[in-house]
């Protein structure tokens, strides 16, 4: 009879991966990213432990969404303070800050716990092409 192994944290290996989501759909790669950030791939997978790699997502600008959403999805955020809700278009976030647009779709397909503010902190996310890690994503795909 097989055991079921339970990951340590010391145990977990991480690795770099580069997902470039130029002329993709949004919310099609925001479950790559999430499943990449959670672990799930991993033939030892445990759901309690951080287990996940990193991942480097770039061309945020250049992201889609299906059926001429652009004009109709809003996003909402709140200071706390009465009457102080801010809303506002994907195409104008997309404009302003397209970063925020990746970052906000991935969050949603976390647990919401301690555990995903860590793996959140997995994620690059960058506007065009350049990013700073292309020794790390190099390194992970010659292993």
């Not at 889609?64 to 801010?86: A, D, F, P, V």
């Not at 997995?122 to 990013?131: D, H, Q, V």
Request: charged fraction near 30%; aromatic fraction near 6%.
């Amino acid at each position: 009879m097989d055991k079921t192994l339970s990951v340590k944290l010391e145990q977990v290996k991480r690795a770099w991966h580069h997902i470039d989501v130029g002329g993709e759909v949004l919310g099609r790669q925001a479950t790559t990213v999430a499943s990449l950030l959670r672990g799930k791939g991993k033939p030892h997978y445990t759901p309690n432990i951080d287990c996940g790699d990193y991942v480097v997502v770039t061309n945020a600008s250049q992201v889609q969404l299906t059926r001429g959403k652009e004009t109709k999805k809003m996003y909402y955020r709140h200071s706390g303070y009465i009457g102080n809700l801010k809303q506002e278009r994907f195409d104008k976030l997309q404009q302003r800050h397209p970063e925020e647009i990746i970052r906000l779709a991935v969050k949603g397909m976390l647990p919401k716990n301690k555990l995903a503010d860590r793996q959140m902190t997995r994620l690059k996310i960058y506007r065009g092409e350049e990013t700073p890690h292309k020794a790390q994503i190099g390194a992970s795909e010659r292993d």
